[in-house]
């Protein structure tokens, strides 16, 4: 197994621990910052076994199956902990979620037609977002502006996460088409 693997096989390991730290109110502010370094660190792996996959020519049929599901797991578990805990609205995961389900799926009837489906622009700022949201929303501190700092950041991320699909969704629309 080459490295950027092992970093994906990291990241979906790097969830337990995470959820652990979220869900475990004993842990208090210590579970809190842990979570965050945890989800911080994890979000780098991802980050870094993409370009060493590809600047070193490693990619494999296992990183490409497992690298987009390992980041849809970390984010949703992430999401599942902030909606558990009350930290976030349960119609904005279910909103995210979604749509990761949804692209997998077009993903997956693209890849049976022989279509890859690369990552846009828009999806990587949603990524951005949703990373940066997920963070403020852990971290959670008592303070009206940051209050209001991750309430913008969360509706960025909401609004990025909805245009990234429609662009999929308009760009790939053949994709759903019957083949003959």
């Given amino acids: 197994m080459n490295l950027p693997n092992k970093l994906t096989v990291l990241r979906v390991i790097l969830i337990v621990p995470f959820v652990v730290c979220m869900l475990v109110p004993s842990l208090g502010e210590t579970g809190m910052y842990a979570a965050v370094a945890i989800f911080i660190i994890a979000s780098l792996t991802d980050l870094l076994d993409g370009k060493i996959a590809r600047k070193y020519n490693l990619v494999t049929n296992f990183g490409k199956f497992m690298d987009p599901l390992a980041d849809k797991l970390l ?106």
């Fill in 75 to 180: 984010v949703a578990a992430a999401l599942i902990c902030l909606t558990a805990n009350g930290t976030l609205a349960a119609w904005i995961s279910i909103i995210i979620i979604s749509r990761e389900f949804i692209i997998s799926g077009f993903r997956l009837v693209a890849s049976d037609n022989g279509i890859v489906i690369a990552a846009s622009y828009w999806g990587k700022f949603k990524t951005t977002f949703q990373m940066v949201m997920i963070v403020m929303l852990i971290l959670d501190y008592d303070n009206n502006i940051y209050q209001m700092c991750a309430m913008v950041v969360t509706y960025a991320a909401l609004i990025l996460t909805v245009i990234s699909l429609i662009d999929y969704v308009v760009k790939n629309k053949a994709v759903l088409r019957e083949q003959k």
